[in-house]
């Protein structure tokens, strides 16, 4: 089966950094995706990481250690817009068309 | 941009009741996919579909049907809704087995 682990809430302050973490156990990689969800609207994309090591993308940071099992989105210079739903995907082996999804961290950006 | 469509944003439903789910895509994506959200739960694949006519289970298929009867079309189907599936539902498409999903804005089902 598939298992993906990451912190249900987490606070932080406007300006600060924040790091958000999503371990897996899945039956084998393909990749995985970190998405941002605003209250009532759909998800959308920040980063995909498919090799070990920092993806940078402004003021967003994905890491991945596959024989961890282990990722984390890095959030720098937190904005109040910030304050969403982070989710963490896994794209399985033998199902590659197929993304799990983790239960999401609510990030709330207190000013 | 690619833009993804769902047909309803609310939907109030009662129990019994036939409904569908209607999710268009304008980007000539192969695969379609449907979604429920739920707190706590997070996202969890229903069906989805790779390619026209072509389908596949997900994690929660019970209770759920789809339909592709053109590539840019994918319904969900509830045959007979309960209140158990009062819902968020997510539908999305992706371009090959690589790249993002694109999702469209969600329909939320009441079931009374």
């Known amino acids: 089966g598939q298992n993906i682990d990451q912190p249900t809430e987490m606070t932080a302050t406007e300006g600060a950094i924040v790091q958000i973490n999503c371990t897996y156990q899945?039956?084998?990689?393909?990749?995985l995706f970190w998405y941002q969800q605003h209250a009532g609207e759909a998800p959308t994309f920040l980063s995909y990481n498919v090799l070990d090591g920092l993806e940078e993308k402004g003021r967003f940071s994905s890491f991945l250690s596959r024989s961890k099992g282990y990722s984390y989105l890095l959030l720098k210079e937190l904005q109040m817009k910030d304050s969403a739903s982070y989710l963490c995907a896994v794209i399985p082996s033998g199902s590659a068309r197929q993304l799990t999804f983790g239960s999401g961290t609510q990030l709330t950006v207190l000013p | 941009d690619v833009k993804v469509t769902q047909s309803s944003r609310y939907l109030v439903k009662r129990t019994g009741e036939k409904v569908f789910l209607e999710c268009v895509q304008d980007?000539?994506?192969?695969?379609m996919f449907w979604y429920r959200q739920d707190p706590g739960l997070g996202l969890r694949l229903i069906y989805f579909?790779?390619?026209?006519?072509?389908?596949e289970k997900g994690d929660i298929p019970e209770g759920y049907s789809v339909s592709r009867e053109k590539k840019e079309r994918f319904s969900l189907i509830l045959e007979s809704a309960s209140t158990n599936q009062t819902s968020m539902y997510l539908c999305?498409?992706?371009?090959?087995?690589?790249?993002?999903?694109?999702f469209g804005e969600g329909s939320r089902l009441t079931v009374l």
């Open positions: 999305a498409s992706r371009k090959g087995n690589t790249g993002e999903l694109f």
């Open positions: 579909s790779y390619d026209v006519k072509m389908k």
């Open positions: 980007m000539d994506h192969e695969n």
């Open positions: 899945t039956s084998g990689f393909n990749g």
